[in-house]
């Protein structure tokens, strides 16, 4: 019954695609048929999730492949044809205002509309295949190593250039599995950062489900520690029974609004980590609490703060946060939804961002949530290289 508003919209957006590529083209014979079939073979996968998973899709194995990519190619499909429709209604109307102020009749032959349909469906479906075989290869890519060196003037000199690693949105579960994790331990380990901050998101499914995908985590090993906070995907798949898990994981320190004191040699910088922006409509004792968080500590050394989604940075700077780290958005994964995803942050999308004296990175992350497809959002891995100086002195 949870399935039925979700695929009455579905059928009636199959409903338009037909139009707009068969019927609107006039496609007959076996034309017709391919047609009508490719539109189906991309839905169905869909409607057996949305039956069988109402909600948050949780699809394993071979299968994820095509619900997740027909999915993508069938949402591009229907978006990218109505927006044509568009532009030619538009179009039209110019036209027929133009026609009347001349008092001349519209003589256009009815063949061309079918002319123009079959352009259009045509550059639409070719254009929606090559973008997502596109980002199929892009998000298989090894993940970039992105640099981010930002100064923080409480920071001690003795600090200067302290390393951390962040890993974020890895979205194990789906087409995500233990080969993957275990390539991204590897090379985490490799890079040989001070400290490993995980910033959500990791899982889409049970502790029962994934547990063997995720075990490579716990050989993620750094000098300083290893801290990972809670991301909404986490609250999506049992955030309890996670955040137990996690913290069995080898050295892995679960922060949920609380903070630490990194130390070395004598000199300190504060880390925290808030739960993420959705948790208290999961669990009652959850949700980000930035007073528990920062209760007590030593406001005159630098803070850097771990908290899921960028757009908790707003609260962050009323804290004196030196620098706030999060992912949550994937850069937007696929073009153009990256309009709509910074739209939902506030405009904080990926990369650097600075408000009021508290700085923001935003990391793509390495992973992916549903098809495996990046576009304009290529994987990252990040680095973010600390250092004691000024404002005046800091990167833009």
């Known amino acids: 019954m949870r399935a039925l508003i979700p695929l009455g919209i579905l059928a009636l957006l199959a409903a338009y695609v037909e139009w707009r590529l068969v019927v609107a083209t006039r496609l007959r014979g076996r034309w017709r048929i391919i047609a009508t079939s490719a539109i189906v073979a991309l839905i169905l996968p869909m409607l057996w999730v949305m039956v069988s998973h109402p909600g948050i899709p949780e699809v394993r194995g071979w299968f994820a492949y095509p619900a997740f990519i027909g999915w993508l190619l069938f949402g591009m499909t229907f978006v990218s044809l109505l927006v044509v429709h568009v532009v030619r209604l538009v179009v039209w109307a110019v036209r027929e205002i133009m026609l009347a102020i001349a008092r001349r009749p519209d003589l256009a032959d009815p063949s061309r509309r079918v ?104 050989k993620l090993h750094a000098p300083h520690g290893v801290y990972f906070i809670t991301g909404n995907h986490e609250y999506y798949s049992g955030a309890k029974q996670w955040v137990e898990h996690f913290a069995s994981l080898g050295s892995i320190r679960v922060l949920r609004n609380e903070h630490v004191t990194i130390e070395r040699d004598g000199h300190a910088f504060d880390l925290a980590g808030i739960d993420d922006h959705v948790g208290h409509e999961f669990l009652p004792d959850h949700g980000p609490d930035l007073d528990r968080a920062l209760a007590g500590r030593d406001r005159s050394r630098a803070l850097v703060l771990l908290a899921h989604q960028p757009r908790q940075v707003r609260q962050a700077a009323r804290y004196d946060v030196d620098l706030q780290l999060s992912g949550h958005t994937h850069g937007g994964q696929v073009w153009p939804w990256h309009y709509l995803v910074a739209l939902q942050q506030g405009g904080l999308l990926a990369g650097r961002y600075q408000i009021g004296s508290t700085h923001l990175y935003v990391s793509r992350g390495p992973g992916w949530w549903g098809p495996p497809v990046r576009v304009g959002a290529p994987p990252e891995l990040t680095r973010v290289i600390l250092h004691a100086g000024s404002w005046q002195s800091a990167p833009r």
Request: a negative charge.
């Open 115 to 218: 002319a123009i349909s079959r352009i259009t469906g045509g550059l639409v479906s070719t254009a929606v295949v090559g973008h997502a075989g596109y980002g199929v290869v892009r998000a298989f890519e090894d993940p970039e190593l992105v640099d981010v060196p930002v100064v923080l003037p409480r920071l001690p000199q003795e600090l200067d250039g302290f390393t951390i690693l962040q890993i974020t949105d890895v979205h194990i579960g789906g087409t995500i599995g233990r080969s993957f994790v275990e390539g991204l331990v590897a090379r985490g380990n490799e890079i040989g950062a001070d400290l490993i901050a995980l910033t959500g998101d990791f899982v889409d499914g049970s502790v029962a489900e994934l547990a063997d995908a995720v075990a490579p985590l716990a």
